[in-house]
């Protein structure tokens, strides 16, 4: 015998090399391309040629004045943070108590946590954005364009999703060690505190990711409920791109740039965490 | 057998059963309040805008009566006869982007379905290098939609785009072949959105793979399967029951998919590619027609409760089976 044959092997290595190979092209193709013309000068973009004369990494530092994406970094940092980070606190408390309790409307609220995620979100923005645009009217009051609107929007899906992964994680932790606590005369709060908290930090840093991650990448309700001031990254990169139509010379290149810039935190922030978040990645179907 | 991490559904279903253990020999006060904030919160920003979804979509609600939504015009059904009948100001009724979102939800699915099974037996056995071509597997799906829509975008630019320069290289197609436009706009939407999302296939179909007992495999080996009977015989009805929740879970996902439309087209999306979201959004927040807009909302949340309903009956069979 000259090789040691696993049973678990279904595909014969000739053909997972061909099948692997192709997928890795398909891949990377688009990729490829993408870092291909975020340097290159925009007056090249669309010329015969693919390869540029001269690589234009001036893209990525002449994109800063282009559009203000500091600004839009900054507002998704702050939109998508506080967002992550309410849900997560309220999470850990509703989920403690369902995986600790049995009480009327436990399994309802279990399904409905389930049920929330077929809501198209479009139907909850129509509502809020006439909510919010009605009360601003009758109050002379700010609301649509500041912080606090989109930060609430988003959690109509974090929390629910932030709720669905605490209850799992917490399900997992034996419940011997909070008992060795309440016997020895903590409180309920204070087990929870110090004992169940702490271990479930991994699956809080989960939620949280995944939470902040859904957040950044949101376009739908930033792109009604933001004001130039609040614009996130997203809605800001939508509406360059959509402004690359009109006449002039499109910018492609910055365009590419700045996609590139966004896209690549999020990817390394995954790949740290990739053991930990595919099991969030399959909760429910939410991607980040 | 160590349940995967992976395997969130199920493991939550043990929860249910532990907590009713647990609870006849629970000690101390209950904190219930804990669960207060949350439960009021996805009432009120939830629940209740949910009911006025319902109550916008008989309204004649537009960017003038807006102020007062309250008093605004009843009119009973007539935005759901306008919705499935008219179209709007690009020509595509509700019925019409009903259809779209069905063919783009089902089409996108059906076409992920046998590039993550086939990616996932890529990786199930041991190879040097196969740690980077896992991580390189998630690198599409991982990248945020609205940067795949930029992306795609660029590929799709008609004369200068990588598609049409590739298609024109091989003598398939004119090098000026419109993708954002027109009827191929349609297939533009699901070749990104295929590029984008066979990983979670892949990443659901590897769970299901890890869970198979290493058993089976030698049996098969032992009574002489051959490769294909082997994932025919043996893995496939094995990973029967999370396929079939990730099939059912992708759909509503292509379904309710919002961004990648939204961004690769831009606004009025040609009518092809004018899934039910995008229309919803346009009619209300660019016609300022919130009514009709409400009113495809209520068709749209109505057909997600087939596959909705069907996703939570899926793990309360889970649940029964674990007690």
């Known amino acids: 015998m000259s090789r040691h044959r696993n049973a678990q092997e279904i595909l014969p290595p000739p053909v997972r090399i061909v099948v692997t190979v192709a997928l890795a092209v398909l891949v990377l193709i688009p990729i490829a391309y993408t870092l291909l013309l975020s340097v290159t000068p925009d007056t090249e973009i669309g010329g015969a040629n693919l390869l540029p004369s001269h690589w234009a990494f001036s893209n990525y530092l002449q994109m800063w004045s282009t559009v203000n994406l500091a600004l839009g970094l900054t507002n998704s940092l702050i939109i998508a943070g506080f967002a992550s980070v309410i849900s997560v606190v309220l999470a850990v408390g509703a989920g403690y108590i369902i995986t600790r309790f049995k009480f009327r409307g436990r399994r309802p609220y279990l399904y409905s946590l389930i049920g929330l995620q077929t809501v198209p979100q479009v139907m909850l923005l129509l509502p809020l954005f006439v909510l919010f645009a009605s009360t601003q009217a009758a109050l002379h009051l700010r609301i649509v364009g500041t912080y606090p609107a989109v930060v609430i929007t988003y959690l109509t899906f974090a929390l629910p999703f932030a709720t669905w992964l605490m209850v799992s994680y917490l399900g997992s932790i034996p419940m011997d060690l909070e008992e060795a606590a309440l016997c020895d005369g903590a409180t309920r709060l204070q087990a929870l505190w110090r004992v169940i908290v702490p271990l479930a930090l991994p699956g809080m840093v989960v939620a949280l990711v995944f939470a902040f991650l859904t957040g950044w990448n949101d376009v739908l309700f930033a792109s009604v409920l933001t004001s130039p001031e609040t614009r996130t990254l997203a809605v800001q990169l939508q509406a360059f791109s959509s402004a690359q139509e009109g006449g002039a010379l499109p910018l492609y290149g910055q365009l590419m740039g700045a996609a590139v810039v966004s896209a690549v935190p999020v990817v390394i922030l995954y790949m740290v965490f990739q053991r930990y978040l595919i099991g969030g990645l399959t909760a429910g179907g939410v991607k980040g | ?323």
């Open chain 2, 1 to 323: 057998m160590s349940i995967q991490p992976v395997e969130t559904a199920p493991e939550a279903t043990t929860t249910i059963v532990s907590a009713e253990r647990v609870e006849a020999r629970a000690i101390g006060s209950r904190p219930m309040w804990l669960l207060w904030p949350s439960v009021l919160l996805l009432v009120v920003i939830i629940g209740i805008p949910l009911l006025i979804a319902i109550y916008i979509s008989f309204l004649n609600l537009d960017q003038y009566t807006l102020k007062s939504w309250i008093q605004a015009p009843w009119v009973g059904l007539a935005n759901y006869v306008t919705a499935l009948t008219a179209g709007n100001v690009i020509g595509a009724s509700a019925l019409t982007s009903l259809g779209v979102s069905v063919g783009f939800s089902l089409l996108t699915t059906l076409f992920i379905t046998p590039i993550g099974i086939l990616a996932a037996l890529t990786v199930n056995t041991q190879y040097r290098g196969r740690t980077f071509v896992r991580s390189l597997y998630l690198v599409p799906y991982v990248i945020p939609t609205f940067v795949t829509a930029l992306v795609w975008r660029q590929m799709f630019l008609n004369g200068t785009g990588l598609v049409d320069r590739f298609l024109a290289g091989i003598h398939v197609a004119n090098i000026n072949t419109y993708w954002l436009l027109g009827p191929n706009s349609f297939w533009a939407m699901v070749i990104a959105d295929t590029w984008a999302s066979w990983a979670f296939i892949y990443i659901m179909v590897l769970a299901g793979l890890q869970s198979i007992s290493h058993d089976h495999y030698e049996a098969a080996d032992i009574d002489g399967a051959n490769s294909w009977q082997k994932l025919t015989r043996v893995v496939l009805p094995q990973l029967r029951h999370i396929l079939g929740l990730a099939l059912l879970l992708s759909t509503l996902y292509h379904f309710n998919n919002f961004t990648l439309p939204f961004v690769l087209f831009g606004t009025p999306p040609p009518a092809q590619a004018d899934v039910l979201p995008l229309n919803i959004y346009v009619s209300s927040f660019q016609l300022f027609n919130f009514g009709l807009g409400g009113a495809m909302a209520v068709i749209t949340l109505i057909i997600m409760l087939i596959p909705g309903f069907m996703y939570i009956r899926a793990l309360r069979l889970g649940e029964m089976t674990a007690s």
